[in-house]
Nanobody, 124 residues
Framework: QEQLVESGGGSVQAGGSLRLSCTVA????????MGWFRQAPGKKRAGVAS???????AHADSVKGRFTITKDNANNTLYLQMNSLKPEDTAMYYC??????????????????WGRGTQVTVSS
């Protein structure tokens, strides 16, 4: 059974917006620290944003001021609001939870549980 399910990806033009969602199934996953990552074809997976206890957020420099990570603790859902999208934001976006050792290090956190991803494509 999938524990993290992403949705909200799609195709938009540059300057547009998308909101990604990540739904957590059940209570077996440590969601104290969660994150969004992305991987473009031919590139390594990179951290985009993370959030600790639903309050303390960190964002990669490349998305600061454009993307915002939030978490609805009541519904156990993670979000990534993406504004002013650029073609270089095109990638598969993954949600992650269950930090290794229970430690949260922002976008450098090592996570044990991953979703299958949702594709974001930005055209110029």
């Amino acid at each position: 059974q999938e524990q993290l399910v992403e949705s909200g990806g799609g195709s938009v033009q540059a300057g547009g917006s998308l909101r990604l969602s990540c739904t957590v199934a059940g209570n077996a996953v440590d969601t104290s620290c969660m994150g969004w990552f992305r991987q473009a074809p031919g590139k390594k997976r990179a951290g985009v944003a993370s959030i600790y206890h639903g309050r303390f957020a960190a964002h990669a420099d490349s998305v600061k001021g454009r993307f915002t990570i939030t978490k609805d603790n009541a519904n156990n859902t993670l979000y990534l609001q993406m504004n002013s999208l650029k073609p270089e934001d095109t990638a598969m976006y993954y949600c992650a939870a269950d930090p290794s050792g229970g430690r949260c290090y922002g976008i450098a956190t090592s996570f044990n549980t991953w979703g299958r991803g949702t594709q974001v494509t930005v055209s110029s």
